[in-house]
Every structure is written in structure tokens, then in C-alpha cells.
């Protein structure tokens, strides 16, 4: 009876003593001294209430209160705060791991979850690698696809108007070899080598029923940093940087009224690249489906030619060569990725 009457006396002097707080951390320790280096004498789940210290609380917002700040904001002061563990006992938990509850305008100023990353989350993001928990230091990926998109509105400027294009889409095929690099423990980061072949064909009519194809080649070949952001059972998708350093050549058939000629023109410059893949995982052992998009950004550039003609088709001087804007390169690609 004794024992009874003790436990009700001190329930009742728990609650005009101490307010709640409600934990928004996933596990909440509390600690035997206010230290992150003490003794853990007890966890709490996230959205579990717990008793806090009633000197944290004022009675109200707008109620004058000699102790404590009318606006008392919790978070202002100390790092730890005041509460009790299962058997009764001091134990202190620290602020930014609870919001304390008090029903009134004060919960506006402190937040309802815990900003960033949680540091008591040890829950590991699923699906989870297939040779968890040993994950190998070494991992490789290689793949390759073709591609298909728009080829960009460049060709020779010629001394005759252009009365007619007719260009074709650009289609290429490509191969890239990668390796997770040694500090990423969820194998999301690869880091690797692209290299890419582009071609095109511009078939041109002119104004002097004269006309001209143009041959278009494009080898690329750079570095590339791949990031998986969403990762299922049976999809992947990542995002993927890269700078490429691509030999462009033209190939020129000019075919004028009286006379015709073909040269070349070439050039060599740095562009940077970002693409976009979707990954059906798995459609033979360890081989997966690839599908996305390139984006290729062009610099304005010229590109001259290999050799000089005598022949009165062709500009003279700094016309003489091909002048390409600056834009953005659209294509789509498909393709097999392998993983060893």
C-alpha cells in the first residue's frame, strides 16, 4: 500500500512539474549527464512523447513570467535538456532532437522535423547492394548504345542561296567503362571514360541548281562522373556528367553548274555533356536495359579547311570556313550495361 501511494504521489508531482516534448529524430538517446560522450540510459522512437523539466516552459506567450523570458525560445540556451528516464532518475536528451509541446504560438518557432540528415537514422536505403554486408572494393560497369537526335543548322556559307535542306538525324553508337570510386560505401558514384561516334548527312539544293552533301563526323572521348539517385528492385535512375574532348569533320561534295570540288574541313574542341538513364536492371544476369537522353552543349566555333581549292565555288579568305553557334545537342540512346 505503501508502495502504491508512493508511485501515485510521485506520478502526480511528475505531471505539475513537467511539460512534453514529442522526439522527431528516429532514436532519441537519453544520456546520464548532459554530454554526448555519457552513459545511454535509454532510447525513444520518433513521434514518442517524453517529460521535460518544467523550467523550459513559461505558462504562456503573453503571460509575464519573472523566471523566464515571456517568449522563451527553448532552442536559444542550452544544449541539452532536463528529463527522466524509465526508473525515474535524471537523465538529459539533447534539444534538437525533440519539440517541445505548449500548445500555444511558441511551436511556430521550432521545427516539427529534424533538418538534414538525421545522425540517429541507421536504417540502410533498400534495395540494399547484393553482396551486403561485404561490399566489394572494386566495381565495374561497361556499356554500350546507339543514338539518334537532331543534328545542329551548320553548313558551308556559300556564294549561292540556299534554296533546299534536307538534313538527317544525327545517329551515333557509343561505349563507356566506369568504376566505383573507393570512398562511396552505397555503390552510387561511378567515375569512368566515354567515347562516342557521331554522323550526319546534309543533302543541300542551291540557288544556282547547283547543289552540295555535306558529311558530318563527330568522335568524342573524356572523363564522366555518374550519380544513381533512385534506386528499385527493378529500375535505376542516374545522372551523368562529363567533358569530352570531340574531332569534328566535314566532309563537302559541291556539285555547281559548270565545275565541282569536294574538301574537308576539321576541328578539335572541349564539350561538356550531361545525360540522363533509366536502367531496367537485370534483363539477362547482370546485364541491364538503358535507355535516355544526351544533352551536348556546342561552343561557338569555326572550322576551317584541310586544303585550299582553286576552284570559284568556294569564299575566299575568313569566309572561307564553316561557323557553328552555340547550342544544345538533343539525342536519345539505347543500350546494354554490364556489371562485374
Do not use: C
Not at 101 to 118: A, H, K, L, V, Y
Not at 158 to 176: A, D, N, W
Not at 225 to 242: H, L, M, P, T
Amino acid at each position: 500500500m505503501k508502495k502504491l501511494s508512493g508511485l501515485l504521489f510521485y506520478l502526480i508531482s511528475l505531471t505539475l512539474t513537467a511539460g512534453q516534448a514529442v522526439v522527431i529524430v528516429w532514436e532519441a538517446p537519453l544520456f546520464y549527464r548532459p554530454s554526448m560522450n555519457s552513459k545511454i540510459l535509454q532510447t525513444f522512437r520518433k513521434g514518442e512523447k517524453i517529460f521535460i523539466h518544467d523550467r523550459y516552459f513559461a505558462k504562456s506567450p503573453f503571460e509575464t513570467n519573472y523566471d523566464i523570458k515571456p517568449q522563451y525560445n527553448p532552442f536559444d540556451e542550452d544544449e541539452f535538456l532536463e528529463t527522466l528516464d524509465r526508473n525515474g532518475n535524471t537523465a538529459w536528451i539533447p534539444k534538437k532532437f525533440v519539440k517541445l509541446i505548449t500548445m500555444d504560438t511558441r511551436e511556430f518557432n521550432t521545427p516539427i522535423s529534424f533538418s538534414g540528415i538525421d545522425p540517429t537514422d541507421y536504417r540502410l536505403e533498400e534495395p540494399l547492394p547484393d553482396d551486403f554486408p561485404f561490399i566489394a572494393a572494386k566495381k565495374l560497369r561497361a556499356g554500350a548504345f546507339l543514338s539518334m537526335g537532331h543534328s545542329l543548322d551548320q553548313s558551308y556559307p556559300y556564294k549561292s542561296r540556299i534554296t533546299q535542306r534536307s538534313p538527317e538525324s544525327r545517329k551515333g553508337l557509343g561505349f563507356y567503362y566506369g568504376k566505383k570510386m573507393e570512398f562511396d560505401l552505397t555503390d552510387r558514384f561511378y567515375f569512368g571514360g566515354l567515347f562516342r561516334m557521331d554522323f550526319a548527312n546534309n543533302k543541300l539544293f542551291l540557288e544556282n541548281d547547283g547543289d552540295a552533301l555535306e558529311k558530318q563526323l563527330h568522335l568524342a572521348i573524356g572523363p564522366f562522373i555518374s550519380y544513381d539517385f533512385y534506386r528499385s528492385e527493378n529500375w535505376k535512375w542516374s545522372q551523368v556528367g562529363a567533358a569530352q574532348i570531340q574531332f569534328s569533320r566535314y566532309d563537302i561534295h559541291y556539285h555547281g553548274q559548270f565545275e565541282s570540288d569536294r574538301r574537308v574541313f576539321s576541328t578539335v574542341q572541349i564539350l561538356p555533356l550531361a545525360s540522363t538513364q533509366i536502367y531496367y536492371l537485370d534483363v539477362f544476369p547482370k546485364v541491364d536495359l538503358l535507355f535516355g537522353m544526351n544533352i551536348l552543349l556546342n561552343l561557338s566555333h569555326s572550322v576551317e579547311a584541310n586544303n585550299k581549292s582553286d576552284v570559284s565555288l568556294w569564299n575566299d579568305g575568313a569566309e572561307d570556313s564553316i561557323h557553328v553557334e552555340s547550342g544544345a545537342q538533343f539525342s536519345y540512346f539505347l543500350g546494354l550495361q554490364a556489371r562485374y
